[in-house]
């Protein structure tokens, strides 16, 4: 991850408004047997919060494997509410963690088996603090043989998953494939 998130990825992140999601994948998912979800304070008050948190339940659902959330008792109250609302079906587990400006803390969490997803914030947002700077590298540290997720919530309001309208492929297709067939008949 390291080489991933550099000076690029933070120019994108600065420029963008939408939830950006980095991963980082060393294993393969069938070995995944939970997700282990890591969200600072205040998460819940992120424009993005909602979707972010809808993804994480789609892919668990996927996996078949059952979600932790590393938070502290706000956000697990936020979580536990829009998990109500979606009528989540996925297991859920709380862990509550409180020293967020220490990330070594949460080696506590470690477990080979499972998928970690983190939950930043980029600069001046509501649940950013200076223990996320540089988060990559630091997770990468800490999980370094684990698949893991970087997510960057969205700076605009939220969206549900089923909000967002599907999207024709098939011209796009065409399009790639003719161009892709233009460059092998020149020559």
Not at 53 to 73: H, W, Y
Not at 130 to 146: C, H, Q
Not at 152 to 163: G, K, L, Q, Y
Not at 165 to 171: T, Y
Request: with cysteine; hydrophobic share 40%; charged share 30%.
């Amino acid at each position: 991850m390291d080489k991933f998130v550099g000076e690029k990825t933070e120019s994108i992140l600065n420029r963008t408004s939408a939830n950006v999601m980095l991963c980082h994948f060393r294993k393969p998912f069938i070995s995944n047997k939970a997700i282990v979800v890591f969200a600072p304070p205040m998460c819940e008050a992120e424009f993005g919060f909602e979707y972010w948190l809808e993804k994480v339940i789609k892919l668990a659902q996927e996996l078949s494997v059952p979600i932790s959330f590393v938070v502290d008792t706000r956000s697990t109250s936020a979580i536990e509410a829009h998990l109500v609302e979606i009528k989540n079906s996925v297991p859920v587990t709380f862990k509550h963690y409180d020293d967020w400006d220490n990330l070594q803390g949460l080696k506590a969490f470690k477990d080979e088996e499972s998928m970690f997803i983190f939950v930043s914030a980029r600069n001046g947002e509501v649940s950013y603090r200076d223990s996320l700077d540089g988060v990559a590298k630091k997770l990468d540290r800490i999980y370094a043989n684990e698949n893991l997720v970087l997510v960057f919530p969205s700076r605009v309001e939220n969206a549900h998953i089923d909000e967002y309208e599907d999207v024709e492929a098939a011209p796009i297709f065409r399009k790639i494939s003719k161009e892709i067939g233009n460059m092998f008949n020149k020559g």
